[in-house]
């Protein structure tokens, strides 16, 4: 029996210096295969993307939160519907499994994100044409 052991964030590290191979202790492609992704060890709650949104947009705490709460519960009824989504920012998503679980609904969702973000007002501008 093969000894299991933790994932770190070093290892996360290593493996993002490797190309964005998942990588072994020592550089050797590990057994969970290339294409899954590192573990997460936390969840992003939303104090946290209450706070996020606040500081990105110069809006209240209070007001965003209702702004994100009720985006939230148009998102989750959407996808209860077994509806499929575009959304720029997050990507495209669409539900491959559901069900009634014994404490609430359980879904499946699949999210195809796109290529890296542009920094914010970057995006859309012209190049500036220095020849003569």
Do not use: C, W
């Not at 709460?69 to 997050?90: D, H, K, M, N, V």
């Amino acid at each position: 029996m093969a000894k299991q052991t933790k994932t770190t964030a070093r290892d996360v590290k290593s493996g993002a210096e490797a190309g964005g191979r998942n990588t072994g202790k020592h550089g050797e492609p590990s057994a969970r295969g290339e294409d899954k992704a590192p573990e997460v060890r936390h969840e992003f709650k939303l104090k946290a993307l209450v706070a996020a949104v606040s500081a990105r947009s110069a809006v209240k705490k209070k007001e965003a939160r209702a702004v994100i709460e009720a985006t939230l519960e148009e998102i989750g009824r959407a996808l209860s519907a077994g509806q499929g989504f575009a959304l720029p920012p997050l990507g495209r998503g669409k539900v491959n499994r559901q069900k009634d679980g014994g404490k609430g609904e359980v879904l499946v969702v699949k999210i195809r994100r796109g290529g890296p973000v542009a920094e914010a007002g970057a995006e859309g501008l012209a190049e500036t044409d220095h020849s003569g």
